[in-house]
């Protein structure tokens, strides 16, 4: 399927001229969040603040056909363990902008050399329900790096098709009770890999601002 610009839908060149839109990235009154999906839900009330996060979101140019690169948090973790998430993190203090966590954290994670990594901008910030305010980052990843895994952190890395997760027809709705209250949720399954949860939320919200 062609666009009017010449350039293959879920193309990286695609993926770069939508992300380039200005119009695509203007903050909702309602902000980006688990909120959107869980209007006045007890587990959103951050008493103690929010904390600061970045992740990129590595597009990797395969030509017509893009791929999004994912990684599997490693089980031993403390926090959403063994789940499939964006390289990154924190923001930390010695962090020069949300960019420069998002890619010193995919350096630390999986060894994506920031030298690869094309930073189109980012996304407005996602707040999640584990008290979070994530800065998602968007990039095009040059083809030819190399991947070493710290297994500290993650299990694996992955790469999934960004036709398969702009697709909605892929975005399914799930739930789990969180104390006596229904949590919602997307689920991404992919490959024996389960997208959901916070990483679901961004995807979803990727979607909805550049290909709805």
């Known amino acids: 399927m062609l666009r009017s610009t ?3 839908l ?3 060149d695609d993926f770069r001229r939508r ?5 695509n990235f203007l903050v909702h009154p309602e902000g980006d969040g688990d909120h959107r999906f869980n209007p006045g839900h007890p587990r959103l009330n951050h008493v103690g603040g929010l904390r600061a996060a970045a992740v990129l979101i590595p597009v990797i140019d395969r030509g017509d056909e893009a791929t999004v690169l994912l990684t599997k948090r490693a089980e031993t973790l403390r926090n959403h363990t063994g789940q499939v998430a964006f390289p990154g993190g924190r923001i ?11 890619l010193r954290e995919a350096e ?6 920031a030298s690869h990594v094309e930073v189109l901008g ?3 910030d996602y707040v999640s329900g584990s008290g979070y ?5 968007l990039s095009v990843v040059r083809p030819g790096f190399g991947l070493s895994i710290n297994h500290d952190e993650v299990d694996a890395a992955f790469e999934v098709p960004l036709s398969f997760l702009m697709n909605p027809r892929n975005h399914t709705r799930d739930s789990r009770f969180w104390g006596d209250r229904e949590w919602f949720f997307y689920d991404m399954p992919y490959g024996g890999q389960r997208i959901w949860g916070v990483t679901a939320g961004i995807i979803r919200t990727l979607y909805e601002r550049l290909y709805a």
């Open 6 to 8: 010449g350039s293959v």
């Open 10 to 12: 879920y193309s990286t």
């Open 19 to 23: 992300a380039a839109l200005e119009e």
């Open 92 to 102: 930390d203090p010695e962090d020069r902008s949300p960019e420069h966590a998002a």
């Open 108 to 113: 630390e994670e999986v060894g994506l050399a």
């Open 122 to 124: 980012r996304m407005p």
């Open 133 to 137: 305010r994530i800065a998602p980052v």
